[in-house]
C-alpha cells in the first residue's frame, strides 16, 4: 500500500517537480531533441508525404504543467520546431502524464479530448488531420529501445494515476 501511494504521488507531481529544470534547458537544446525524435518516429510518414498538409502551417503543442510549448510545422519536407510563431493554425494542449499516455497507446486521443483532458483549438480539418498521422503512427517501426522505454514509461504513468485502495476498498481512478 506504501508502495502505490508514493508511485501515485510521484506520477502526479513529476510535472510540478520537472517544471523547472526543463524552464533551465535553453529552448535550442530542447529543439534539437524534439526535431531528432520526430525525424526518426515519423521518417517514413515524412518520406511518404503524409506531413504535407503541415506545409507552411504551424501546430502548437503545449504541455501545460510543464509551461512548456512549441511551434511545429512542415518546410521543405523537413519537421521545423519553432519556440514562438505569430500564427498558429491549430492547437494540441494536454498535461505531461496524458501526453505520455497518448504516446504509449494506454488512452484514446479520443477519449481525453471529451473528458477535456485533452484540448484541440483553431483549424478543426488540420487538427483532425494530425490526430490521424498520430493514431496510424505504427509503435513497432519505432527503434527498440524507445519503444521499449515508451512502453515502460506510459504503464508506470497509467498504473500511477490510479488512485490506491483506501481501507480496503477500491476507489476511483482519475
Known amino acids: 500500500m506504501l508502495l502505490k501511494n508514493l508511485h501515485h504521488k510521484l506520477v502526479m507531481q ?3 517537480l520537472l517544471r523547472l529544470p ?9 529543439k534539437s ?3 531528432f525524435i520526430l525525424q526518426r518516429i515519423f521518417k517514413e ?12 502551417r504551424f ?3 503545449s504541455v501545460d504543467d510543464l509551461q512548456l510549448s512549441c511551434f511545429i510545422t512542415l518546410q521543405q519536407g523537413q519537421l521545423r520546431v519553432l519556440e514562438q510563431n505569430d500564427t498558429c493554425d491549430v492547437s494540441f494542449a494536454a498535461g505531461l502524464n496524458d501526453l505520455i499516455l497518448i504516446a504509449g497507446r494506454k488512452e ?12 484541440i483549438e483553431g483549424d ?5 488531420e494530425v490526430k490521424n498521422l498520430i493514431d496510424s503512427l505504427d509503435l513497432d517501426e519505432l527503434p527498440k529501445i524507445i519503444r521499449l522505454a ?21 476507489a476511483a481512478t482519475i
Open 14 to 16: 513529476m510535472p510540478q
Open 22 to 30: 526543463v524552464s533551465l534547458i535553453p529552448f535550442s537544446a530542447k
Open 33 to 35: 531533441v524534439m526535431v
Open 45 to 56: 510518414a515524412l518520406t511518404d508525404g503524409d506531413f504535407d498538409f503541415l506545409e507552411e
Open 59 to 61: 501546430l502548437k503543442v
Open 108 to 119: 484514446d486521443p479520443d477519449s481525453l479530448f471529451f473528458q477535456r483532458r485533452l484540448r
Open 124 to 128: 478543426t480539418e488540420l487538427g483532425l
Open 150 to 170: 515508451l512502453n515502460d514509461l506510459a504503464l508506470f504513468v497509467q498504473r500511477g494515476i490510479q488512485i490506491p485502495e483506501i481501507a480496503g476498498e477500491r
